[in-house]
């Protein structure tokens, strides 16, 4: 009964490589949510997928920032040329139909050199 | 959007003391849930309680929606209590908003 997964748990780029975040949300969730907590902050929202659809992206950065949930496979956070503001913990949460609450993966901690 | 308020923003306990952590919200909310950060960075779910009084071992909730508030209840608090304690609420949009978090310090 695996919960939300998320790799890698840390990951170090320079700045202007790629970053590629995955979420595999809990068996029978097909809403995926993605949040960045920036340091000593809580959790801000950023984009919400069902699958092959973005639903709400008004959290996100307006460039570099690109989110996907194909219909096979974990949902994809991608941050392209990288940035030392970019530094933050990246959390992934999935839900099931209805009124149902958020469960969260353990984060990706995304560290630019 | 809805703005989401914690208090107190820090709190240093004694191990076995009690504590109330509060969450007030500025509308109508039909989601909202306590989350514990542990040391380590895992956000674990406390409790989903968009209404309502639940309790699980020393942890309970309350959440008086008319009143805009909710309440976490720890008792007989223990050193692996330390973190942050986040309450997030949804209303009708789809995210979850986050407060910006007790910090909890439990000393032996």
């Known amino acids: 009964n695996a919960g939300v997964m998320q790799n890698p748990r840390h990951l170090v780029r320079r700045r202007g490589q790629e970053a590629r975040l995955r979420c595999s949300p809990m068996?029978?969730?097909?809403?995926v949510y993605w949040y960045r907590q920036l340091p000593e902050e809580g959790l801000k929202f950023m984009v919400y997928?069902?699958?092959?659809?973005?639903?709400?992206e008004s959290g996100m950065p307006k460039e570099r920032f690109s989110a996907e949930f194909p219909k096979e496979g974990p949902s994809i956070l991608r941050i392209q040329q990288v940035v030392r503001g970019d530094s933050a913990a990246y959390f992934c949460?999935?839900?099931?139909?209805?009124?149902?609450?958020?469960?969260f993966g353990d984060g990706t901690r995304l560290s630019i050199l | 959007g809805i703005q989401v308020e914690q208090s107190p923003p820090d709190l240093i306990l004694q191990e076995g003391a009690n504590s109330t952590l509060r969450c007030n919200f500025s509308?109508?909310?039909?989601?909202l849930q306590w989350f514990h950060q542990n040391p380590w960075g895992q956000l674990i779910n406390l409790f989903y309680?968009?209404?309502g009084t639940k309790q699980n071992g020393r942890l309970s909730a309350t959440t008086v929606a008319t009143e805009r508030y909710s309440l976490l209840y720890i008792s007989s608090s223990q050193t692996t209590d330390s973190g942050v304690y986040f309450c997030?609420?949804?209303?009708?949009?789809?995210?979850?908003?986050f407060g910006k978090g007790t910090s909890l310090l439990v000393t032996p």
């Open positions: 309680i968009p209404s």
């Open positions: 949460a999935s839900k099931g139909q209805g009124s149902q609450p958020q469960h």
């Open positions: 997030a609420v949804k209303d009708s949009g789809y995210a979850l908003n």
């Open positions: 509308d109508s909310v039909n989601n």
């Open positions: 068996k029978g969730h097909s809403h």
């Open positions: 997928l069902q699958k092959e659809n973005i639903i709400d």
